[in-house]
């Protein structure tokens, strides 16, 4: 069952919802015609990160209900 929106996400254009889609399901966004811009919007928002190899990932925050885990 998939969770509910948070407020952060409720209040994204469709570009940037699909954007966390992609980096979610781990699809390259960039075959898909997203923008840096878009990219470069949800870094600022603080919604996804660069890992250390450069791979655009969820940003976790860390919090009892949120269900992130670690990255491998």
């Known amino acids: 069952m998939t969770k509910p929106p948070t407020p952060d996400t409720t209040a994204l254009g469709v570009r940037k919802r699909m954007?966390?889609?992609y980096v979610g399901s781990g699809t390259d966004w960039q075959r898909a015609g997203v923008t840096g811009e878009t990219v470069t919007?949800?870094?600022v928002?603080?919604?996804?990160?660069r890992d250390r190899d450069g791979r655009l990932r969820r940003e976790c925050r860390r919090r009892a209900d949120s269900g992130c885990r670690a990255p491998p």
Do not use: E
């Open 19 to 21: 954007l966390l889609f």
């Open 45 to 49: 928002r603080g919604l996804i990160v």
């Open 41 to 43: 919007a949800l870094i």
